[in-house]
């Protein structure tokens, strides 16, 4: 009896194993340059509390490419494709970034310029997919409206964090602020944020220049 309860046992735990991976579905990492093919940048990044957007890479000042790409700066990272078993498919991106382009500008005036060291993760889903698809383009996730398009598929979660060194280039921003005109600053910048509709980011935020 004791050797029947064993091998029932062993029988069950083999059949559990061999069900996760289906229920699951299917999934595999790939390396960071996958979405930097399909992603030049990370958008833009802003702080109610203190006025400020930080714009990575020049993203939207120059174009919805920006100022350089992603590819063009010492990266690294990768992304988890997973086949959620229902048509949809999830992705997770892990970026790591150093010497990007950056600019900070207030409700009219880009004030700061420099280069700043940052990570980036985010979460989406792609509403129909195959696993072998490319990665999609954030802003289709994000703002398909803007881009003239039908939704495609949701972000479930974004967070960036980074730190940076740059210049003033707008004395009246300098001074309110605290600072010489022309002087030499900190920037610190720690966001998370989900997508709660297609303009709408529920965010945990600081945009700091120090």
């Known amino acids: 009896m004791k050797k029947t309860k064993i091998f029932l ?43 400020l957007t930080v714009f990575p890479h020049g993203f939207y000042l120059f174009g919805l490419d920006g100022l350089e790409s992603i590819a063009e700066c010492d990266h690294h990272g990768s992304v988890l494709v997973k086949d959620l078993k229902d048509g949809r498919i999830l992705y997770k991106v892990n970026l790591h970034v150093e010497g990007a382009s950056m600019f900070v500008a207030n409700a009219t005036t880009v004030i700061f310029a420099g280069e700043m060291d940052y990570s980036f993760q985010v979460t989406m889903i792609v509403y129909e997919g195959e696993l072998s698809d490319p990665i999609p383009y954030l802003l289709a996730i994000w703002f398909p409206a803007a881009l003239g398009i039908e939704p495609i598929g949701e972000g479930t979660f974004s967070h960036i964090t980074g730190s940076g060194t740059g210049t003033f280039v707008d004395d009246y921003a300098a001074i309110r602020l605290g600072f010489a005109p022309g002087a030499i600053a900190k920037l610190k910048i720690n966001q998370v944020g989900i997508l709660r509709s297609e303009r709408e980011m529920w965010p945990v935020e600081l945009i700091f220049i120090h």
């Open 9 to 51: 046992l062993a029988t069950l735990g083999i059949c559990m194993l061999t069900f996760i991976p289906a229920a699951l579905g299917a999934a595999e990492n790939r390396p960071i340059s996958a979405f930097t093919a399909t992603n030049p940048n990370v958008a833009a990044w802003s702080d109610p509390e203190s006025g």
